[in-house]
């Protein structure tokens, strides 16, 4: 599966971004969907995920009530919509899919949240 994320950039601390992860060579619905992040000099993080089929979601404790995860099957597109961001928000933002199978992660979105 190959995974393309869109929609970093730069803005100010409590503004709001929607992150994309458009999927293809399976199908978003029946894939385990995640962001992680990393900022820099630190680790990769997790910081939500959808289960596949059902669409169970689960968030990091430093974003849930400001970061939602959600799907477009239609559009075989995974969003992650940001609100509220803040400073510690800065990172590369990574999109991955998982299944029987496969294991796969996109490029990356830059994303930088000044203060």
């Known amino acids: 599966v190959q995974l393309v994320e869109s929609g970093g950039g730069l803005v100010q601390a409590g503004a709001s971004l929607r992150l994309s992860c458009t999927a293809s060579?399976?199908?978003?619905?029946?894939?385990?969907m995640s962001w992680l992040r990393q900022a820099p000099g630190k680790e990769r993080m997790f910081v939500a995920s959808?289960?596949?089929?059902?669409?169970?979601?689960s968030y990091a404790d430093s974003v849930k009530g400001r970061f939602t995860i959600s799907r477009d099957t239609a559009k075989n597109t995974v969003y992650l919509q940001m609100d509220n961001l803040q400073p510690a928000d800065t990172a590369v933002y990574y999109c991955?899919?998982?299944?029987?199978?496969?294991?796969?992660w996109g490029q990356g979105t830059l994303v930088t949240v000044s203060s």
């Open positions: 060579g399976r199908a978003v619905r029946t894939s385990a």
């Open positions: 959808i289960t596949g089929i059902v669409g169970l979601t």
């Open positions: 991955g899919a998982s299944g029987p199978g496969y294991d796969s």
